[in-house]
């Protein structure tokens, strides 16, 4: 059996799951999430517990085992408490501010950027240089952060650019002078 498929996944309180014909619907506080499982992987509620099973050994089942197992956990997870990624820009002029719903930031560039900010998500951005990406769907939260993260990537000489708060640049030395 795959080591995280097998273990049941326990729903909180103020949480409920219901699954009809491989549609998996996870209510809560924060919201409503939705996945369509793969037709292969059996899932089930029982007594306050999802249960995720598979028909055979095979390697593709094994994965798919696995990974329903973690995508539900991941939608109870966001429906409870919700997901966050922290960004930090680094480098001199470089700012970002919320226009409604866009984000506008400055990075260097001969144009600001805008980037409008997909429904149900929220960005926040504290003194100009460091934006919170949060939301209650986790692939969503991090294909935001990553997309914010991709309009000017850290470089490594000096460190500027938008990088993830938990993120360390590993720095390279200059050029040297000709002696």
Do not use: W
């Amino acid at each position: 059996m795959s080591r995280i498929g097998k273990l049941p996944i326990t729903i909180p309180d103020k949480v409920s799951v219901e699954v009809h014909d491989h549609t998996v619907t996870v209510n809560g506080p924060k919201g409503t999430l939705t996945m369509t499982a793969h037709p292969v992987i059996d899932v089930q509620v029982k007594d306050r517990q999802v249960i995720c099973g598979r028909p055979s050994d095979a390697k593709a089942h094994k994965a798919l085992h696995g990974l329903t197992r973690s995508l539900i956990a991941n939608m109870v997870e966001g429906v409870t408490k919700g997901f966050e990624r922290k960004l930090e820009l680094v480098g001199v002029g470089y700012r970002a501010s919320l226009l409604g719903q866009n984000v506008n930031m400055s990075l260097g560039y001969s144009h600001p950027i805008v980037f409008p900010v997909p429904p149900g998500i929220k960005i926040e951005v504290k003194d100009q240089t460091q934006l919170t990406v949060s939301g209650m769907d986790k692939q969503l939260v991090g294909a935001v952060a990553a997309k914010l993260r991709s309009f000017r990537p850290p470089e490594p000489y000096k460190g500027k650019g938008v990088k993830y708060a938990e993120e360390r640049i590993r720095r390279k030395a200059g050029k040297t002078g000709a002696k």
